[in-house]
């Protein structure tokens, strides 16, 4: 079984860039994955930041960024702001009838 | 305004069911996918089914398939999940979100089930 892979945790200095990866155990993560990433606060739902690899949702800032990196999935934030400080979650499509998340990164902002 | 608000969470036995209902509004519900997804306490997401606008085709993560049924009425905007065999694993925050091009755009806030004796 394929297990989609990230960091458990990522530290960023207050405007700083940093980059979350999203990947796979088995095999490389491609456009036809249609990667999208997910931000989510304690205690609040999931907000969708990126969908179909690097296409921002309404309303996110352009300081959030998604891409292909080799045989990965990135998100990049830059200008990292305090309010930030949250998890990060990849969802890939494994084929047309499966949707896989990573296990998420928590990101740390100091 | 987009609105997808979750209930019927609550406490079952193991091997007992419950069904889920999403209530939506704000935007054509009958031309839309939703999926279902669930978050276990201090866990990561994990998506749970999909349901096809029209209703006729469904898809499922192992974890659920032959427990889990996802349906929905479209004459009442309403997304559905019957839960059945439920086992302590099951116990999440489960949330329904509408399916945006192979992603999810609108989440609701969740409704809360637990398995326990």
């Known amino acids: 079984q394929t297990v989609v892979t990230q960091e458990p945790s990522i530290s960023v200095s207050p405007g700083g860039t940093v980059t979350l990866t999203c990947g796979l155990s088995?095999?490389?993560?491609?456009?036809?994955?249609?990667t999208s990433w997910y931000q989510q606060t304690p205690g609040q739902a999931p907000r969708t930041l990126i969908y179909s690899t690097n296409i921002r949702s309404s309303g996110v800032p352009d300081r959030f960024s998604g891409s292909i990196l080799g045989n990965q999935a990135a998100l990049t934030i830059s200008g990292a702001q305090a309010d930030d400080e949250s998890h990060y979650y990849c969802?890939?499509?494994?084929?047309?009838?499966?949707?896989?998340f990573g296990g998420g990164t928590k990101l740390t902002v100091l | 305004q987009v609105h997808l608000v979750e209930s019927g969470g609550g406490l079952v036995q193991p091997g007992g069911s419950l069904r889920l209902s999403c209530a939506a509004s704000g935007f054509s519900f009958s031309r839309s996918g939703i999926h279902w997804v669930r978050q276990a306490p201090g866990k990561g997401l994990e998506w749970v089914a999909f349901i096809r606008s029209d209703g006729k085709i469904q898809y499922y993560a192992d974890s659920v398939k032959g427990r889990f049924t996802i349906s929905r009425d479209n004459s009442k905007n309403t997304l559905y999940l019957q839960m059945n065999r439920l086992r302590p694993e099951d116990t999440a925050l489960y949330y329904c979100a509408r399916d945006q091009s192979w992603s999810f755009d609108y989440w609701g806030q969740g409704t809360l089930v637990t398995v326990s004796s």
């Open positions: 969802l890939l499509c494994m084929g047309y009838d499966i949707r896989v």
């Open positions: 088995s095999g490389s993560v491609s456009s036809s994955h249609y």
